[in-house]
């Protein structure tokens, strides 16, 4: 019941119902005339009644025609109009009111027109706004997330890290640009025209490898990859980028469609070449794309001449930066000098190599810490065991090394021996046996065992090795 007097309610307030209700009123006049209600003893009541009625009739129904087709000519375009504009409200703003008029109706139904393609020009401007501002904010996440894998490489050129690990990181890395397929680095061969494949990643690296590719000869100003090398500049291969026999040859060469190729240069000359591609049709690099991969690069550049300086540092270097010992570079080129002043004065010059035993067992024991400073006290038990013309270096991670000159073998076996006990002594008080370290050592002499440094070196490793194969350990031999 609320349902209907509710919709009885709201069709009462519609037009079509109110134009029934004004034609109906204007039929009352008459027929209130013609019952005398109205203007009573007028001359129609003289007339005859028959004619007074037809009349009447006649009358009201012309009048009444006339009434509602005027007022249907003014209210239809209302209705009209108030069904297309709740259309268009609805959201269907392709739609158009077609109404032809010169009155005020016409003017109201150019004016919704002229609104709703106003409404759809709005429209299709957000939604162009809305697909670029999507693009951008694509773009600025594939920018973001290259950017920390920068930030990524950048830390571990920093914290010095393995060359191998940087130049593997920074090639996956650079294959998120485009979300690529296969990424790749050539490194130049010394002074050779031969580029060494050091880094191979993606889904095709698979195909890549089969086919046992180590080195690619690169001839600079030669094919793509030789411009590459003699021009020092990036080199897009996409749909937007005329095909040739050379851009054949390279697609053949990696399997792929499109490539990005850029050099890596250091050193004042091209040193390397890194790239990335895919095999999707029509594709066309987007701007910006050739920024970061020369970032990439650059990092690439970066790490390599990093790891040249450490490289260069670490042979200027003397000393060992845990126990303050020399290091086994200087120890090496002293125990030649030594050797030659030896040699030339005819004096004897003995060398001794020291290894710690179960070193291995004693770091995973105890951890490195406490290990660090065990090394630390054999360190100094060394430096007492000396003379001021000696030298005393850490040889490897658990292997000491002295330079005695002016002493021959026995002198030399008797000095070690010294050392070796002492070290003994001062690990005997721990109590756990992990924590009981000794040494065994084996002593060289020139001219003896030989008549280089590398010769007394090697010769008192070939001795530790047969202590180690008798299982003979707190030992010195000879």
């Not at 009981?436 to 008549?451: C, H, K, Q």
Request: with cysteine; proline share 3%.
């Amino acid at each position: 019941m609320k349902q209907s007097s509710h919709r009885l309610s709201m069709s009462s307030r519609r037009l079509r119902p109110k134009l029934y209700v004004a034609v109906s009123l204007m039929s009352i006049i008459p027929i209130l005339i013609c019952l005398n209600f109205i203007f009573p003893n007028s001359w129609l009541a003289s007339i005859n009644l028959k004619v007074n009625v037809a009349l009447v009739i006649v009358s009201t129904l012309v009048l009444a025609s006339a009434g509602y087709r005027t007022i249907k000519e003014m209210i239809d375009p209302v209705i009209k109009i108030s069904y297309e504009a709740r259309q268009i409200a609805d959201g269907d703003f392709e739609r158009e009111i077609q109404l032809k008029r010169e009155d005020e109706i016409g003017e109201l139904s150019a004016s919704l027109n002229q609104m709703a393609h106003r409404i759809r020009e709005n429209m299709e401007e957000l939604r162009d706004y809305g697909e670029k501002t999507r693009e951008i904010n694509l773009e600025i996440n594939k920018r973001v997330v290259v950017l920390s894998s920068m930030l990524q490489i950048s830390n571990l050129i920093t914290q010095n890290a393995d060359l191998h690990q940087i130049l593997e990181i920074s090639v996956s890395k650079a294959m998120q640009i485009e979300e690529s397929t296969l990424g790749f680095l050539l490194l130049a061969e010394g002074q050779s025209e031969n580029f060494a494949l050091k880094s191979v990643h993606g889904p095709r690296s698979v195909e890549f490898a089969n086919r046992g590719i180590t080195s690619i000869p690169v001839k600079p100003g030669e094919g793509l990859l030789g411009k590459v090398v003699s021009s020092n500049q990036l080199l897009i291969l996409d749909a937007s980028q005329p095909p040739s026999k050379s851009t054949e040859e390279l697609q053949k060469l990696f399997f792929l469609t499109n490539m990005m190729l850029v050099p890596v240069y250091g050193k004042g000359k091209v040193i390397g070449i890194m790239g990335i591609g895919n095999n999707r049709k029509g594709f066309k690099y987007s701007n910006g794309d050739d920024e970061l991969m020369s970032l990439f690069a650059k990092q690439i550049a970066i790490a390599i001449e990093s790891d040249s300086l450490i490289r260069d540092v670490a042979k200027l270097q003397i000393r060992d930066t845990l126990t303050g010992l020399f290091n086994e570079s200087f120890i090496r080129t002293r125990l030649d000098e030594e050797i030659k002043r030896a040699i030339r004065f005819q004096r004897p010059c003995a060398f001794v190599i020291l290894v710690v035993d179960n070193f291995k067992e004693h770091l995973a024991a105890n951890g490195t810490i406490a290990s660090e400073s065990s090394l630390k006290r054999i360190a100094t038990v060394l430096l007492d065991g000396i003379s001021d013309i000696d030298r005393a270096a850490r040889f490897k991670d658990d292997q000491f090394a002295l330079i005695l000159p002016e002493k021959n073998k026995r002198q030399c076996l008797e000095r070690a021996e010294e050392i070796r006990k002492k070290i003994e002594f001062i690990f005997s008080e721990e109590k756990d046996s992990p924590y009981r370290l000794s040494v065994t050592g084996a002593v060289t002499e020139n001219p003896i065992d030989g008549v280089t440094a590398s010769d007394l070196i090697v010769k008192a490793e070939e001795l530790l090795k047969k202590a180690k194969a008798r299982a003979a350990k707190n030992t010195i031999i000879c």
